[in-house]
């Protein structure tokens, strides 16, 4: 036999171990995996000698802002920025605009993302409301949804008014909808109690509390906790087996709060005591919160978190299922207002986070067996994609991240993708970097270049992929 590609002399690493093998690629899959003795013949081959290769990066959380806010990112520049930070597939969010949370702008938005996309992909739909949530899952290969609890009291973006489900009833009705049709659908949620997040919101301005810290008490503080139970809490009781918390680690990032609770509750400590209630939930690492190594607070590097000791031994006793960056692109303008309560949130993810949790890697803090689990198969197994994605394996797709874990290198914004062209990250120095992104046996990000066209992505869609 004669296969197309083959990735010679890496070592494959999976949750559980690594090993030296040859990765042989035909027609997008892999078909053979071994030693090089017996691997066949192939018109391309990639020598991977000294380098480690991992199952392709799935990101179960990017913003590329289409349709609506093209200028801060699109599907082209977002896609070729996560390919070029590993990833091998997004889901992108809702809250563009229009918002996605009806049939006919989820089949809009999956045109537009399949005409401009580098990686593959898949849209989660906005569930706003029981009897579209039916219709959009139903009729298109949406692999799951969307909700968004918070709305901010005076901003519309990101937090979209129309897109929020806050109220007790309503949400339970989505998730009595959605158990109906498939107790296994994966749900991302923002947690948040609206009302408790009002009030914190509006006693911190009468305060004239006005840095950084303020501004995660007022929106992603204590609210973000309640909401998380209540949102728990109603998946457990309607029997929802793929309720992802997202964010965890927001709410640690108050270096001097202003407000004085006796009991401080924060998303990790909650999700840490529901999954030792034996409650089926999945938890999203929001890594920038552990990452962050600056503590002095400016705009650019305002995600300063005082303990990440706390986070890192969340990481450790299997806290979290998932972990990135989000990728929420704000321009660097509408991020860095005088005023802290004008200043757009977001930061710019995709790109960046392999780096800089390689250099973890590096450091000693994780292995990569475990970044694997958490950044390829548990997204796939998540999405109930796995092990078309998400895995190294003979009949699996052929995605996958070549990685010099050795080699040294500096955070440079002006080498980003992403449309709006800055990073959190900017100066910092990083040991490990991507070499290669290949989707489905074609090469599209070889060493700081994109290498295919938009639109060679493809839509995952469930009926072909579960
Ligand atoms: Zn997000």
Same mark, same amino acid.
């Given at each position: 036999m004669s296969v197309d590609l083959v990735i010679k002399n890496g070592t494959i690493h999976t949750s559980s171990n690594s090993y030296a093998a040859d990765i042989a690629i035909k027609d997008g899959l892999i078909v053979h995996l071994g030693s090089s003795v017996t691997t066949p013949s192939a018109t391309e081959i990639i020598d991977a000698t000294g380098k480690e290769i991992l199952p392709g990066l799935v990101n179960q959380? !990017?913003?590329? &802002?289409?349709?609506?806010?093209t200028h801060k990112e699109d599907f082209e520049k977002g896609s070729q920025a996560a390919a070029a930070g590993g990833y091998t597939m997004y889901m992108d969010m809702p809250n563009c605009t229009p918002i996605t949370n009806t049939l006919e702008r989820y089949q809009d938005k999956v045109a537009l993302a399949s005409e401009k996309s580098l990686i593959d992909h898949n849209s989660w739909a906005g569930a706003t409301d029981p009897d579209e949530v039916v219709k959009i899952y139903n009729n298109t290969g949406n692999l799951g949804f969307k909700i968004f609890m918070h709305r901010h009291p005076e901003v519309d973006y990101p937090y979209v008014p129309e897109l929020a489900v806050y109220e007790t009833n309503r949400l339970y009705n989505i998730f009595d909808a959605i158990a109906k049709m498939d107790k296994n659908i994966p749900i991302s949620i923002h947690p948040s109690d609206v009302p408790l997040a009002d009030e914190l919101f509006y006693r911190l301005k009468a305060m004239g509390a006005d840095d950084y810290s303020a501004l995660r008490e007022g929106k992603d503080g204590m609210n973000m906790t309640l909401g998380c139970f209540e949102a728990a809490f109603l998946a457990h009781i309607t029997g929802l087996k793929h309720l992802n918390i997202l964010h965890l680690g927001f709410n640690e990032i108050t270096p001097k709060p202003h407000l004085d609770f006796e009991n401080r509750v924060t998303l990790v400590d909650l999700v840490r005591k529901l999954k030792s209630w034996g409650w089926d939930l999945h938890a999203e690492a929001e890594a920038s919160a552990f990452l962050? &190594?600056?503590?002095? !607070?400016?705009w650019k590097r305002r995600w300063y978190t005082p303990d990440n000791e706390k986070l890192w031994k969340a990481l450790d006793d299997e806290v979290f299922d998932l972990m990135l960056i989000e990728h929420a692109p704000q321009l660097e303008e509408e991020a860095n207002k005088p005023d802290v309560w004008d200043a757009a949130s977001g930061l710019l993810g995709a790109q960046d986070f392999l780096p800089l949790i390689l250099t973890e890697v590096n450091n000693g803090r994780l292995t990569l067996n475990k970044l694997v689990k958490m950044t390829s198969e548990n997204p796939a197994k998540f999405l109930g994609i796995y092990p078309k994605k998400g895995a190294i394996q003979v009949g699996s797709d052929a995605d996958i991240t070549i990685i010099d874990l050795n080699r040294k290198s500096v955070i440079d914004e002006s080498k980003t993708f992403a449309k709006a062209g800055w990073s959190s990250f900017d100066g910092y120095d990083v040991i490990g970097v991507p070499t290669q992104t290949i989707v489905r046996g074609t090469v599209v990000y070889d060493e700081g270049e994109i290498t295919a066209d938009p639109g060679y992505g493809k839509y995952i869609d469930k009926n072909e992929y579960r």
């Amino acid at each position: 036999m004669s296969v197309d590609l083959v990735i010679k002399n890496g070592t494959i690493h999976t949750s559980s171990n690594s090993y030296a093998a040859d990765i042989a690629i035909k027609d997008g899959l892999i078909v053979h995996l071994g030693s090089s003795v017996t691997t066949p013949s192939a018109t391309e081959i990639i020598d991977a000698t000294g380098k480690e290769i991992l199952p392709g990066l799935v990101n179960q959380h !990017v913003h590329f &802002r289409e349709p609506g806010q093209t200028h801060k990112e699109d599907f082209e520049k977002g896609s070729q920025a996560a390919a070029a930070g590993g990833y091998t597939m997004y889901m992108d969010m809702p809250n563009c605009t229009p918002i996605t949370n009806t049939l006919e702008r989820y089949q809009d938005k999956v045109a537009l993302a399949s005409e401009k996309s580098l990686i593959d992909h898949n849209s989660w739909a906005g569930a706003t409301d029981p009897d579209e949530v039916v219709k959009i899952y139903n009729n298109t290969g949406n692999l799951g949804f969307k909700i968004f609890m918070h709305r901010h009291p005076e901003v519309d973006y990101p937090y979209v008014p129309e897109l929020a489900v806050y109220e007790t009833n309503r949400l339970y009705n989505i998730f009595d909808a959605i158990a109906k049709m498939d107790k296994n659908i994966p749900i991302s949620i923002h947690p948040s109690d609206v009302p408790l997040a009002d009030e914190l919101f509006y006693r911190l301005k009468a305060m004239g509390a006005d840095d950084y810290s303020a501004l995660r008490e007022g929106k992603d503080g204590m609210n973000m906790t309640l909401g998380c139970f209540e949102a728990a809490f109603l998946a457990h009781i309607t029997g929802l087996k793929h309720l992802n918390i997202l964010h965890l680690g927001f709410n640690e990032i108050t270096p001097k709060p202003h407000l004085d609770f006796e009991n401080r509750v924060t998303l990790v400590d909650l999700v840490r005591k529901l999954k030792s209630w034996g409650w089926d939930l999945h938890a999203e690492a929001e890594a920038s919160a552990f990452l962050q &190594r600056d503590p002095s !607070v400016n705009w650019k590097r305002r995600w300063y978190t005082p303990d990440n000791e706390k986070l890192w031994k969340a990481l450790d006793d299997e806290v979290f299922d998932l972990m990135l960056i989000e990728h929420a692109p704000q321009l660097e303008e509408e991020a860095n207002k005088p005023d802290v309560w004008d200043a757009a949130s977001g930061l710019l993810g995709a790109q960046d986070f392999l780096p800089l949790i390689l250099t973890e890697v590096n450091n000693g803090r994780l292995t990569l067996n475990k970044l694997v689990k958490m950044t390829s198969e548990n997204p796939a197994k998540f999405l109930g994609i796995y092990p078309k994605k998400g895995a190294i394996q003979v009949g699996s797709d052929a995605d996958i991240t070549i990685i010099d874990l050795n080699r040294k290198s500096v955070i440079d914004e002006s080498k980003t993708f992403a449309k709006a062209g800055w990073s959190s990250f900017d100066g910092y120095d990083v040991i490990g970097v991507p070499t290669q992104t290949i989707v489905r046996g074609t090469v599209v990000y070889d060493e700081g270049e994109i290498t295919a066209d938009p639109g060679y992505g493809k839509y995952i869609d469930k009926n072909e992929y579960r």
